[in-house]
């Protein structure tokens, strides 16, 4: 499934929301038809939630493109992800910042970024928040995010996504790649694997997740995706 937008992107006062699910055996992909632009704003803030679920024994993948954050863009991002025991599910997201004058690399004001992921009677599984403020010095500081200019998250839940095989799969593909930094780790209660990437610039971070995504998709369910056409 490829999600089309008519206005171009998020602006000030957008808010934005999501609802898909899978059920009995499905198997679907939701992906974007490009990447998803933040623009600047004046004041206030844009919001995206998406609603998500794979549920009975259902295989659900939500695959999207990267979020641009323009200068002086505020986006409020929040995913509740509920998967199922027999289910599985492949959750990615990912931003990256440009100014398209060639300014300052940090030049986007906020993003607040938070994933939840439950079972379907509300458990919590594993919760990620992110808080960006260019205003604190996030470039070139070796604290948070150093020379990368990319941000991205795959979380791997159920269908054996716990296991080494697969995490090791994910480790090999990640460490021939140039301009990424990568960790890869096994979430609470062996509910799936959660990768954090950072790359240099969007190229690098497409081949990261591409690659992340490929190997948790072929280790969960036994045989490669063919690549998407966009």
């Known amino acids: ?116 992921i439950r079972r379907p009677d509300g458990r919590l599984l594993a919760l990620d928040r992110c808080r960006l403020i260019s205003a604190f010095g996030l470039s070139d500081n070796p604290a948070l995010l150093g020379p990368y200019r990319a941000l991205g998250t795959v979380f791997a839940i159920g269908r054996g996504a716990a296991t080494e095989g697969v995490l090791e799969a994910v480790r090999g593909g990640l460490e021939a790649l140039p301009g990424v930094y990568a960790r890869v780790s096994h979430l609470p209660a062996e509910a799936g694997l959660w990768t954090r990437i950072l790359a240099r610039d969007g190229a690098a971070l497409a081949a990261a997740m591409d690659r992340t995504w490929r190997q948790c998709h072929e280790g969960m369910l036994g045989w490669p995706s063919e690549r998407r056409r966009k």
């Open 1 to 116: 499934v490829y999600l089309q937008s008519l206005s171009g992107g998020l602006v000030q006062g957008d808010r934005v929301t999501l609802r898909a699910s899978t059920h009995g055996r499905a198997r679907a992909q939701v992906t974007t038809q490009s990447a998803t632009k933040v623009h600047s704003m004046e004041r206030g803030f844009a919001a995206q939630c998406l609603d998500l679920a794979a549920l009975d024994e259902s295989h659900f993948e939500y695959i999207a493109d990267p979020t641009i954050c323009f200068p002086r863009s505020r986006l409020v991002a929040h995913t509740d992800l509920r998967v199922a025991a027999g289910a599985s599910a492949i959750f990615s997201e990912s931003y990256l910042w440009h100014d398209p004058r060639g300014g300052a690399a940090m030049a986007f004001d906020t993003l607040v970024a938070e994933t939840a």
